[in-house]
């Protein structure tokens, strides 16, 4: 999937992690990623998807999404695309 | 070495525009943090902040000296104004020249650049006003109080974030200790409500959306603020020989650096530089009653600030005092450390401790007295105050009625 592949891109950058080793299923807190890579990638993402992701450092259980693994992002990006690129549209 | 007291004191807060109105809030538990008015909020996340509200610039200065004045020069020249005048000093018959003007400021004119920015980048401006550059000036606030002032001595503005303020105070604390001058006048300023400072502030996701809550189980971060407090300092022999008025003594300071990150802080810097102060003013830790708390309500300063406490003062810690004015009046960057340390002479001087406002409910990790929501009634003899920035710069005062 275009989308899965886009963030395991841009997370195996951040997260200087060989891409290969990564999958849906792959804990971000076992990646070397310090809280400033975290917002970095957050920010990745936002660029590269065109929406707003609400992540707060604060909470990791941000307006009930989880950005606990891969997978967590994936869905999240997918469910944050249509609902932001819907609502352009419409 | 000479003693060091404050003989003057002035606020511009976003819980009011002089020191009665400021304390009667931090009385009330009053917090000042609400939507942001000053800017248009349009495309902004974070639409909340605690703002100088009402400020009128016009009923300060006349139009020429305000040509030249910043959003935050305004406030620490008026805050400046009443400190002085409370002090009853004049700097023009030779004074001037034994006292120093140190003032803290994080970022300085920043209203200014991105005005001045967005008509040159976004407006196409082919020119901009002359008086752009001596404006934004990071030292820009701290001239004008010794241009409108007369002070001749030394002068210049200390910048480390969110511990400028704490730092200048303690420079000039050091310059009147130790007889470099026989007066400072001292404190911070910060006004930076501006759009693209925002965003720069929502980037960094630690921006609360509902309200900063220091401490409090699910707190979400912290709320800008802005303002200035000024106070004079003076050696206690001077101040005591023209029967001046002593709102309280400065009695140590100590700082550190974290040399870790650049924005999470450490337990190990907060608490070497608590120590530091304590060493400085020679005080033991049961000696002090109350702790202005850096607090600024995201998760990793309050868990990292109370680990700090536990380890610096033992059993004593659970029978301090310790609260975050920043609840009531923002987090307000480089005046912060000068608006904080203001709460507390004033709390020690009325015999109140400020609460720490918007406290909801206690989280496991965060286990001291912070004074949730109500102001206590309390003679608090010796206070601290602590400041630990961004990059790891931490600053302690510690003052004693």
Redesign the interface.
Known sequence: MDTENDIIDIVAKQAKADRATLKRDTHLSELDL???DI?EL??AIEDKFDI?VP?????LNSAGISFETIGNLVDAVERLTAEQHAQKAG | MNRVVITGLGIVSPLGKNVAEVTARLRTGHSAIGPITTIPTDGL?TTIGAEVRDFDPAAYFADKQLALLDRCAQFSLVASREAIAQSGLSFRDGLGQRTATIIGAGVGGMVTLDESFHRVYAEGAKRIHPLTIPKFMISAAMSHITMEHGITGPSFTVASACASANHAIGVAFHMVRSGSVDVAVTGGTEAVFTFGTIKGWE???????DTCRPFSR????MVLGEGAAIMVLEDRARAQARGAEILAEIIGFGMSSDAM????PSATGAASAMRACLADARLTVEEVGYINAHGTG???NDVTETKAIHTVFGDHARKLAVSSTKSMHGHALGASGALELAATVMALRDGFIPPTANFIEADPDCDLDYVPNEAREAQIAVAMSNSFAFGGHNAVLAIRR
């Open positions: 310090q809280s400033i917002i957050i920010f707003s992540y707060n450092a604060n909470d | 996340i980037a960094l996701r630690v921006m609360a959306p699910n707190r979400s971060g990150d650049i924005v999470l995201t998760v990793a």
